[in-house]
Structures are given as structure tokens and as C-alpha cells.
């Protein structure tokens, strides 16, 4: 985000210990309303925090459908009364939840209410959230980018990228997601993973071993 933006917007996480997995909440500062983005079996921990600072989730985003990302989605919907969106090509993995170790057999079924599209912008609090579709670790696996923030589930890590081997999965769709949609982006981006820290477009496109853009070869 720019500067500005940042001092208006809090991108807080919340770690799943079990599978690295990060849970993010967008917050602008002003408001006592979030978004989350992908909760996973930190959700216990994520709405003790979201209670005892007051906090209220809006509405639930999801960058994929894997287990690990979507498993807390129950969990936040009924406490906060919101409804979650995915990109329709994900639909086909929230079936798969239970297969994740640790998910509790009485899990009720991961529902969606809401479609997330390439290119849609969603509005909230006067702030704006842009969808970019990105295939490859799943057939719908989408980043949102607010300002020159990237949530960008398991799609590019830091000095990785997410697997292609799973149902769903392709690498060719996922190269081409990386180096056409996401190092399209203004290298500065600050790019937030589904797992691990944090890094920086231009350092991925420079030192990604999987994926390195052609001015770097």
C-alpha cells in the first residue's frame, strides 16, 4: 500500500502453528469492521482476538479451497453473522475438507455464498480490493491486492511457489500466473503468502529459483 493507505490499514495475521498456514485481517484503523482471508485452525485464536478487541468480520475471503485455508470459515461465519466468497473454479475442493488431519469429523460443510472473478473490485469501507485470478495451485486460486499490498494465497512464496501436483493443479497455468499476472505488478508490491513471510515482487522476480523473470536470466 502506499504510505497513506498503510497508516490507514492494518493487515494483521493470525499463524496456524500446524501447517504455517496465515490467516490474514484487513482492518482499516478507523472502523471496527475486517475482512478475513483464509481461516484455518487458528480460527479459535483469531476470534479470541477479534473479541477482545472489539472487532467484527464483514466478510470472508478466500484465495483457494485447500483444507488448510478454508477450514475456520464455519467457525467465523457463525460467529459474526457474514457471508464468505471463492472463485467458482474452487467450489470442487471444499469437498475435500475433512481430509485435512486434526479437522473435527462434525465439521459442518464449507459454504460460499459469494463469487470472486479476475478482475472484479470489491468495496469495502470506502477501500478498494482487487481480484486476480491465478490457476495453478488450484483451478481458482485467487490474490487480492490492496494498494501495493498482495494477499497471494499459495500461489508465490517467499522464494517459492505453491504446488501444482494436487487435483486441480497445473504448473504451466501456475508459471504463467506468476510471470504474466503477478511480476506484472509494480515491483515495490509487498506480497503476503498463505504460508511463511512476507517478501517483495521485485525480489522474486530477481532470486525466485522456480520462477525468475527474463531480465533476470
Known sequence: MSETLRDLVELAIVVDPVFDQNCYVIRRRDTRGVIVV????????????????????????????????VNGVPAVKAAHHCEAAIHPDDHEQLLAVHRLP???????????EQQLHDGDVLHWQDLE??????????????????GSDLVSGDTLFNR????????????????FSIEHRLYALPPETVVY?????????????????FVVHPRYR
Do not use: K, Y
Not at 40 to 64: K, M
Not at 130 to 142: K, L
Open 102 to 112: 486434526g479437522i473435527p469429523a462434525d465439521l459442518p460443510d464449507i459454504v460460499c
Open 129 to 146: 480490493i482487487a481480484v486476480i485470478h491465478t490457476p495453478g495451485h488450484t483451478r481458482g486460486s485467487v490474490c487480492f491486492l490492496l
Open 193 to 209: 503468502p498463505g504460508h511463511g513471510p512476507r517478501t517483495v515482487i521485485r525480489d522474486e522476480m530477481e532470486m525466485n529459483p
Open 38 to 69: 483464509d481461516p484455518g485452525l487458528q480460527h479459535p485464536r483469531l476470534l479470541d482476538t477479534l473479541d477482545r478487541a472489539g472487532l467484527s468480520c464483514e466478510r470472508v475471503l478466500l484465495t483457494h479451497g485447500h483444507p488448510d485455508h
Open 160 to 175: 517459492g511457489v505453491g504446488r501444482a501436483d494436487l487435483p486441480g493443479g497445473s504448473w504451466p497455468d501456475l508459471m
